[in-house]
T-cell receptor
Framework: EAQVTQNPRYLITVTGKKLTVTCSQN?????MSWYRQDPGLGLRQIYY???????DKGDVPEGYKVSRKEKRNFPLILESPSPNQTSLYFC?????????????FGSGTRLTVV | GENVEQHPSTLSVQEGDSAVIKCTYS??????FPWYKQELGKRPQLIID?????GEKKDQRIAVTLNKTAKHFSLHITETQPEDSAVYFC????????????FGKGNQVVVIP
């Protein structure tokens, strides 16, 4: 089944403790992206990747890192999480680097930083 | 960059009635406009999209219309059903050669049985 898989689905952590949210897609998509969703703010892009070893900042990249060593994986790294990073995170992928092929979203990761 | 706004933020409709959500965008170069539906606790899913060379597109009970001159596009849901209750996000992109999809903040649609 074609899908974008995120792990974990739920995560509670403490301020300053490094964490990684994994994202993997099995559709051979070139384009991958991370969004955070907060009430009243919609979906805001954190980072995106056009292809392996190519990443770029989105609208809210501060406090996040990403890597794209393989085509299928695009992990989101929070080196020193803070409470304002408590949010619902979605990974998304698209066939190529063009947004007009539609995004496939993962199931989301609800992160709480205390 | 592109700025996408959605109105109204919340819409309540009686089952069987029609619902219309409108989005405006700022960048006249945008030419791809998708709509995503997010049910409670689930991921956003693409339900319909339109490109700038088309004024209207339909898929069963949903349709999208585009007015490039006024820079707005709308989602129309006819004969609403309880399963249409969700948050709907519109988005805009410059399409070919561009990788950024700018989302609106979302509309909560509530269908009252």
């Amino acid at each position: 089944e074609a899908q974008v898989t995120q792990n974990p689905r739920y995560l509670i952590t403490v301020t300053g403790k490094k964490l990684t949210v994994t994202c993997s897609q099995n559709m051979n998509h070139e384009y991958m992206s991370w969004y955070r969703q907060d009430p009243g703010l919609g979906l805001r892009q954190i980072y995106y990747s056009m292809n392996v070893e190519v990443t770029d900042k989105g609208d809210v990249p501060e406090g996040y890192k990403v890597s794209r060593k393989e085509k299928r994986n695009f992990p989101l790294i929070l080196e020193s999480p803070s409470p304002n990073q408590t949010s619902l995170y979605f990974c998304a992928s698209s066939l190529n680097g063009q947004a007009d092929y539609g995004y496939t979203f993962g199931s989301g990761t609800r992160l709480t930083v205390v | 960059g592109e700025n996408v706004e959605q109105h109204p933020s919340t819409l309540s409709v009686q089952e069987g009635d029609s619902a219309v959500i409108k989005c405006t965008y700022s960048d006249s170069a945008s030419n791809y406009f998708p709509w995503y539906k997010q049910e409670l606790g689930k991921r956003p899913q693409l339900i319909i999209d339109i490109r700038s060379n088309v004024g209207e597109k339909k898929d069963q009970r949903i349709a999208v219309t585009l007015n490039k001159t006024a820079k707005h596009f709308s989602l129309h849901i006819t004969e609403t059903q309880p399963e249409d209750s969700a948050v709907y996000f519109c988005a805009a992109s410059k399409g070919y050669g561009n990788n950024r999809l700018a989302f609106g903040k979302g509309n909560q649609v509530v269908v009252i049985p």
